[in-house]
């Protein structure tokens, strides 16, 4: 049996299991201070016999080091060594990868890229990031992707200053969710009506993603999540804003919705378990 913990800013959902239809999941458990937090995980994984536990984690993370990033904007787990605490606290190894990092696995293990192993997971709600596979391995490298803060061109005519407390109108600070809410002066994006044009900006600049990622790692699939990309007719037009900007020049990876919905958090982090030190 396998232990998983999605990591989340305000929210922890533990599980246990082997595979998405044996599984047994946690209530959300408050992201507050890590002592706390972990006392409550502990308390779910009591007495279970655990192989390994992932941890699908916020980031920024410090990958090698097991830990969150010194840099992470909350503030108590600032540096925190999350992989080696889990351990000690479950009695089992612990892998830690991204959430992002985590779902992606979880689509390549039973999802939307199961016959791929090149390919990109993006998801795109309160903020944006992702999980890029290269020849079956997720990448690493310096720190990890971070798809999300990429550098986009404007849309014609949108003024918007962009949202992103570091640096403005980077991807994330233009298409998120709270960045489309800001631009038009709504509570939430998903308030807006169907037709309004808030929507072919956002797929403008998605589509720019989706050429950067094609030309920076040439995958085979792109797979969207997340309540923007969700939307009803967002993937196409994400597909034509990026048929639009290649300009033919090279081909296009087929641009899917991901499958594991609401639980890509907390199945990413049993992949991570299942599948180890990748
Ligand atoms: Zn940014």
Redesign the pocket.
């Known amino acids: 049996m396998y232990g998983a913990i999605e990591a989340g800013g305000t929210k922890f959902i533990c599980a246990y299991g082997k595979s998405p239809t044996d599984i047994h999941v946690s209530e959300a458990i408050p992201t507050t201070t890590p002592k706390e937090t972990l006392r409550l995980v502990a308390e779910f994984f009591k007495a279970k016999k655990l192989k390994r536990v992932g941890i699908a984690c916020f980031g920024p993370l410090e990958i090698a080091k097991g830990r969150i990033s010194p840099f992470t904007p909350k503030l108590g787990w600032r540096g925190f060594k999350i992989q080696t605490e889990v351990e000690k606290a479950l009695g089992c190894p612990a892998v830690l990868d991204t959430d992002v990092n985590g779902a992606a696995l979880g689509e390549h293990l039973w999802g939307a890229a199961q016959k791929s192993r090149h390919f990109v997971y993006v998801t795109v709600g309160t903020g944006i990031g992702g999980g890029v596979m290269v020849n079956g391995q997720l990448v690493h490298g310096l720190l990890h992707p971070e798809i ?2 990429m550098r986009v061109r404007r849309f014609g005519g949108d003024e918007f200053p962009g949202n ?1 407390p ?3 109108d ?4 233009l298409a998120a969710g709270p960045a489309i809410a800001e631009r038009w002066g709504m509570e939430r994006a998903e308030q807006l009506p169907e037709n309004h044009p808030a929507w072919p900006m956002a797929a403008h600049y998605l589509g720019q993603m989706a050429v950067n990622l094609t030309c920076a790692y040439s995958p085979e699939i792109l797979i969207l999540g997340g309540g923007i990309s969700l939307r009803k007719g967002m993937i196409n037009m994400v597909k034509q804003s990026a048929e639009q900007e290649m300009n033919g020049y090279a081909p296009l990876p087929k641009i899917v919705r991901a499958r594991l919905g609401a639980r890509a958090g907390v199945l990413g982090a049993l992949a991570l378990a299942q599948r180890q030190k990748m």
């Open positions: 999300g803060h992103c570091v640096h403005g980077c991807l994330e600070g």
